[in-house]
Every structure is written in C-alpha cells, then in structure tokens.
C-alpha cells in the first residue's frame, strides 16, 4: 500500500515535472523565435500571445498591405489630437524643422543624426495605403518616405538587435519587432498626397506601418534606438499604448 | 400521492460530453465577444460600405448609439481577440467531432422525409401555434431547429471569422482575396455588425424556446447529458 502511495507520488510528480518544463521549454523557444510580444503578462495575456504569433508566423518579408490607385485616395482625412505643446517641438516648427535632426542610436556600428534635407535626399518609396484607426474609421492616402530599412542599413544595426524603439515630441513612444522594422512598407514618410506632412499628421516626419492597426504610425518622431530589450523603457510592454491599455501588436 | 403508486426515474442519454462541454464554452466566449464588441463599436457607432468611411463622410447606417471616445475599446479589443481564441478553438474541437461522431449527419441534417411540404408546413405551424415541447419532440430536433443549428455552425459562425480576419491589416496583407471579396474593410465591418446582429436573434430565439420547453430540464440536459422525468404509474 504504501509502496504504491509513493510509486503514484513519484509518477505524477514527474509527470508535473515533465509538463512544467515543456511549458518552459516552449515559452522560451517561442521567445527566441520572436513570438511573445512584450505586453503578454495579465488576464488578457494568452490571447495577444495566440494572435501575435499566429500572425508572425503566417506573415513573410512579401506579403505587402494592399496597395491603392490614386483615384481611391480619400477626401476626408481625420486627425486625432493636435501636434505636441512642448517648446522645444514648437520652435523646431517654427524654423520649418531646419535645426531638427533625426538620431538613430542603440545597437548600431555607426549611430547618427539626419537632417530633414537629408533624410529626402535618400532612395524613396511612395505607396497607397489603406489606415483603419482602431476606433473603427479609416482612410486612403500616399505616403512618401524614406524605407526605415535603408536608415537601419546606413547606421549598422548589430545582430543581436530585437527591436527598434520611436521616440517622438509626444507621449507615444512605440516600438517595432524587427520584421515589422525591416519591412519594404515601413516608411519614415515627410510627405502625404505629394505635399509636406501637414503638423498634425505628423510633421516632419511620422512612422508608417502599414500592416497594423493606425495608433501603431506614431507621429513627430525624433529619435529611434535599436535595442535587444524592452524590458527597461516605460513599464517594459513595448510601447505607450499598452500603458493606456491598449495592446502593443496592432496587427488585429 | 396514492399510497402504492410507483416511482420510475426514467434517464434518457441527450447530450454526449464533447457536445455540452463545446456548448458551455461557446456561450463564455460569446458572452465576452459580444460584450467587447459593443465596446468597441461604441467608438465609432456608424458604418459604411467599401475601403473607407469616418466622419465628414457618407455612412450607411448611423447607429442611435452615443461616441464613447474614453478608451472602452482598448480592454474591448483584448478581450475580444481572447474571446475569439477560446470560440474559434471550440469551434473548430466541436467541427471535427461533429464530422467524425456523425453528430452532424445524424443530429442536424434533416431526413429527406423532412423536408416535404406536408412536414415542413406541420412543423412551422405548430410552432406558430406554440405547440412546444412535447416528449418526443425533445429526443430529436425538428426541422427547423436543424436548419438553424445548421445556419449557425456553417454559415454565421464562419462569416464572422472571415469578416473579422477581413478587418486585418496583417491578415489581409497574406490573403488579400479575404477583404476585396467582401468589397472593402468598411464592408466587412459593417457585415461582421449585421452577422453579429443575426447570432443575437438566435441567441433571444434560442433560450425563449429553451424557456419554453422547461427551462430547467433542458439546461440540466446540457450540463449532465441526461433527461430524467418520473414516470407515476398506480
């Protein structure tokens, strides 16, 4: 009697034993593979784990958001909040973003700063692209910019490189898993529909990502770091959406 | 009670447990999704037709429902998509046991016999006439609950995760054919509104009928898997 009490005890603690670390074992092979998005604690948790790695996984370098023809582009085109109050933005702005520079740092062999003249005289790529805000409406527009994956190359970004974190003249720092950073579609963009980003689109240079959700295009960049971490900036989720309670990925 | 009469519990088998355990989880999920999804179409109640839409634009239905711009829809998406998970992976349990029990043959498709004039037009009369609920009626479904649980599992059900897969920017970047099919995001918001609008008729349907076939023996067969009635005789 007791030698089968002690048999059951060993079997289903190593049948415990073995379950727990597959878990383990899986959470840290789907982490290495880049699966796990960095809001991926609380209730909600298991579900943005479930989307976001299903989408990683299904999406490729190629699979581009739809492109549009110039006559789709929209005529209303809404804005959500005013450009940033702060000073320094401010007179950035008033000097038509002459004295503004574009820093990349971080994981980079060579960390630089670009002026807005500069950052237009690179290669460009102009593309149609439909946004939905996650409110529910959405727009067309041309976007042309500067490929970040060209300003990444020009910099050197070191292998062990995760993410790439915006920081703007606003709240809303975001961030990019690498993929997402090296995409073709991913553009610095300083001009919508042939003219300069207007201010509260962006100016002078705004984020675009076309294969998520709009919150995820932040506006008034100014710095960009590549980092092998999230874990020391804000509250380590990722991005200041999520601190607002709104998730990181917005790839829906 | 007659002194000497005779009790018989009789138990009948109704439900198996894959059928309760996947209906169970299907009623949580839904709850939260319908939930969420309120929560977030109340961030933007109006809906429109083709790639875009927003205010300053012509909608196609202005819902008589207030702008809630205060960040509802933020824990409204995350439960929504965990929500999705947990419906989606009980759907798709539920779908392969109903092709390999023959759950689906047996129990939801109607007999050829069934679907006569004479069949049809008695079934939708006695329920006009609320002539519910009898004995035999509640072994087996009749043809218009098998028609509508075959609505639901094969028709709403998969249109609401088409629509919703349309709605992605990430989705659609791989298949694309998923949003031009339906004429655009803004279409296949507006489907997935009038689908989910569809799944709640059923739902009032379903449980006022359930009501009023006894409430309680119906539920107590979905979660025990048996219907018991007591036979008195003298």
């Not at chain 1, 574009?102 to 593309?127: I, N």
């Not at chain 1, 090296?182 to 076309?210: K, S």
């Not at chain 2, 072994?139 to 709605?167: C, D, E, H, K």
Request: hydrophobic share 45%; with cysteine.
């Amino acid at each position: 009697m007791k030698d089968r009490l002690t048999r059951r005890k060993w079997i289903t603690t190593g049948l415990a034993a073995a379950g727990a670390s597959g878990l383990v074992a899986a959470a840290r092979l789907a982490d290495r593979y880049g699966l796990i998005p960095p809001d991926h604690g609380g209730i909600y948790g298991a579900g943005e784990t479930l989307t976001y790695a299903t989408q990683r996984l299904l999406m490729s370098y190629h699979s581009l958001a739809r492109e549009f023809d110039r006559s789709q582009i929209s005529k209303v085109i809404p804005v959500n909040g005013p450009p940033p109050e702060n000073e320094t933005y401010e007179l950035l702005r008033e000097h038509d973003f002459k004295d503004w520079r574009f820093v990349v740092d971080g994981l980079v062999a060579r960390p630089s700063a670009f002026s807005l003249a500069e950052l237009k005289a690179f290669p460009s790529r102009t593309q149609i692209t439909h946004q939905a805000c996650e409110e529910g409406w959405s727009f067309i527009a041309e976007w042309t910019g500067v490929p970040l994956s060209y300003v990444l190359n020009l910099a050197g970004v070191r292998p062990q490189a995760r993410y790439v974190v915006f920081l703007p003249f606003d709240p809303f720092w975001d961030s990019l898993d690498m993929p997402d950073a090296w995409h073709p579609q991913t553009l610095l963009a300083y001009a919508m529909n042939g003219e300069d980003l207007p201010a509260p689109h962006g100016a002078p240079v705004r984020l675009r990502v076309a294969r998520q959700l709009g919150y995820k295009s932040i506006k008034y960049l100014a710095r960009i770091t590549v980092t092998d971490t999230l874990k020391n900036i804000g509250k380590g989720w990722g991005s200041y959406s999520p601190e607002i309670g709104y998730s990181w990925y917005a790839g829906i | 009670m007659r002194a000497g009469s005779v009790q018989a519990v009789v138990r009948e088998a109704r439900h198996c447990a894959v059928v309760r355990i996947t209906h169970w989880l299907t009623a949580v999920s839904f709850g939260g999704l319908l939930v969420s999804g309120f929560a977030i179409l109340l961030a933007h109640p109006r809906l429109y037709w083709g790639e875009t839409g927003a205010v300053g634009t012509d909608s196609i239905i202005d819902l008589p429902l207030p702008f809630v711009l205060t960040g509802q829809s933020g824990w409204g998406r995350y439960l929504h998509f965990l929500s999705a998970w947990v419906c989606v992976l009980t759907g798709l349990v539920y779908a392969l046991y109903g092709i390999s029990s023959q759950h689906f043959r047996n129990d939801l498709l109607p007999a050829r016999a069934d679907l006569s004039w004479t069949c049809l037009s008695r079934v939708v009369s006695n329920h006009l006439h609320l002539k519910l609920a009898t004995a035999e009626a509640f072994a087996s479904y009749n043809v218009l609950q098998r028609f509508t649980y075959l609505m639901v599992v094969f028709v709403l059900f998969p249109f609401m995760i088409w629509t919703g897969l349309a709605m992605s920017p990430a989705i659609t970047s791989v298949f694309p054919v998923l949003v031009s099919l339906l004429g655009g995001q803004q279409s296949a918001r507006t489907i997935h509104f009038v689908v989910a609008g569809f799944l709640v008729l059923f739902l009032v349907v379903h449980v006022a009928m359930v009501c009023a076939g006894g409430f309680r023996s119906r539920v107590r067969a979905m979660i025990t898997g048996y219907t018991t009635s007591i036979n008195v005789r003298a």
